[in-house]
Every structure is written in C-alpha cells, then in structure tokens.
C-alpha cells in the first residue's frame, strides 16, 4: 500500500498502460536518486548552479509520483539555489527531501518487486 508516494497522475497520464508505469517508476527508482547526489554534492561545494539543475530536473518526477511536500521542498531549493544562498540555510530541507525520496524508494521497490540497485 503505497504511503510515501501516489501514482494517480503517473496512470492517468499512461491512460492505465502497466509497461509505461513500469518505465516510469523504473526511472524514478533507478535516477532519482543519483540526482540528489548532484544536489547534495552542490551543496556541500556551494555549486549553486548544479543544485539549481538537479533541483529543476528532479521537480517533475516528484510531482509525478505524488511527493507533494518533497516537491514544494525542491522549490525552495530551486529557489536557494537562484539567490546562491548560504548552505546551512538549505541543508535541512535537503534532508527532509532525501528522506522522503528514500522513504518512498524503498517502498516502491516493496510493492513492485525491484531489484535496482542505486539507492
């Protein structure tokens, strides 16, 4: 039962399509979390540019896969990343958002039975 995540949209917009949902979580399972290691390692390097692109590419696919509070966390850091804020400022919303990616990973792996190895 899937409670870190939604896939509403994901089967609304594959019209119902089991192989396209597949590839959908597949991608989310599998780059998501690679990803989050740019923005973390932007962080840490004051890479202010690197989050901003991880951030924005990452936005999309937690709205998708109904992360809802991981999406308006990847704003603000969009949004730190813009103003080339001070990293103490962003680091605990990068790990509220870390959490709750891997929260929702992990339980997604469960449920479809993955095997990927990234995370």
Same mark, same amino acid.
């Given at each position: 039962?899937? *409670?870190?995540?939604?896939?509403?949209?994901?089967?609304a917009l594959s019209e119902n399509d089991p192989e396209f949902v597949?590839?959908? &979580?597949?991608?989310?399972?599998?780059?998501?979390? *690679? @990803? *989050?290691e740019h923005i973390k390692q932007g962080i840490e390097d004051k890479n202010h540019q690197q989050c901003y692109e991880y951030a924005?590419?990452?936005?999309?696919?937690? @709205?998708?896969?109904?992360l809802n509070l991981a999406f308006e966390e990847m704003?603000? &850091?969009?949004?730190?990343?813009?103003? @080339?804020?001070k990293k103490k400022? &962003?680091?605990e919303i990068y790990k509220s958002v870390s959490q709750? &990616?891997?929260k929702a990973i992990k339980e997604i792996k469960k449920d479809f039975n993955l095997k990927i190895v990234n995370s």
């Open positions: 039962m899937a *409670l870190h995540y939604n896939l509403a949209k994901v089967y597949q590839q959908i &979580i597949n991608l989310f399972v599998s780059e998501i979390p *690679l @990803d *989050l924005h590419k990452i936005k999309p696919s937690l @709205d998708l896969m109904g704003l603000q &850091i969009e949004s730190w990343s813009k103003s @080339d804020g400022e &962003i680091k709750q &990616i891997e």
